[in-house]
Structures are given as structure tokens and as C-alpha cells.
């Protein structure tokens, strides 16, 4: 960095779902939405249509599916430590 300049912060948005305006500011944290999701049964359902063996291509457009589906703001590293236990237990049926 510049000797002067000043350092960028990023700042999350906050969220703008009408039910989170109306509840508690924990509505929509990263640490809900993935527990949400977590329940959802839509992690299991990707290990299970892929087989337990996907690439970074079908990774992307399950994240993409996540914000689409209104889980955002969450931890996409948190999702894909789900996703791997998941695909031990799917791995542990065969």
C-alpha cells in the first residue's frame, strides 16, 4: 500500500428480505443460513445426483443455486465442509 492511502474496508450488507427487517438481527447471519441449508436437504441431494464425485464447474453452480435459493450472506467454506461429510456418510453406504 501507498504510503497515505488509507486501507479499504468491506462493509456486508445488510440484508434487505422483508421478514428481516421485521425479526431479530441474527434473521439472516451466515451462521442461520447455514443451518437453514443444513436442513434443507440440499447438500445431500448434490452428493447424491453427482454420486458423491463433482467438479469445480458443479461446485460453482451450487453456489449459485445457494444465493439463488435466498441462503446469502453465508460461509461457502462452512458449506463445503457439510458437503464433504456428506459425501463420507454417502461413501459409507456403498
Same mark, same amino acid.
Given at each position: 500500500?501507498?504510503?497515505? !492511502?488509507?486501507?479499504? !474496508?468491506?462493509?456486508?450488507? !445488510?440484508?434487505?428480505?422483508? @421478514?428481516?427487517?421485521?425479526?431479530?438481527?441474527?434473521?439472516?447471519?451466515?451462521?442461520?443460513?447455514?443451518?437453514?441449508?443444513?436442513?434443507?436437504?440440499?447438500? @445431500?441431494? /448434490?452428493?447424491?445426483?453427482?454420486?458423491?464425485?463433482?467438479?469445480?464447474?458443479?461446485?460453482?453452480?451450487?453456489?449459485?443455486? $445457494?444465493? @439463488?435459493?435466498?441462503?446469502?450472506?453465508?460461509? /461457502?467454506?462452512?458449506?463445503?465442509? $457439510?458437503?464433504?461429510?456428506?459425501? !463420507?456418510? /454417502?461413501?459409507?453406504? $456403498?
Amino acid at each position: 500500500m501507498k504510503k497515505g !492511502t488509507k486501507a479499504k !474496508t468491506v462493509k456486508a450488507a !445488510t440484508c434487505t428480505k422483508e @421478514e428481516c427487517k421485521k425479526a431479530s438481527p441474527e434473521c439472516c447471519s451466515k451462521e442461520s443460513n447455514l443451518k437453514k441449508l443444513a436442513k434443507s436437504g440440499k447438500l @445431500e441431494s /448434490f452428493v447424491k445426483k453427482n454420486k458423491a464425485c463433482w467438479d469445480h464447474q458443479s461446485w460453482l453452480v451450487l453456489c449459485a443455486e $445457494i444465493v @439463488e435459493d435466498g441462503y446469502e450472506p453465508i460461509d /461457502f467454506d462452512q458449506v463445503g465442509i $457439510i458437503l464433504e461429510n456428506h459425501k !463420507t456418510n /454417502f461413501l459409507g453406504q $456403498i
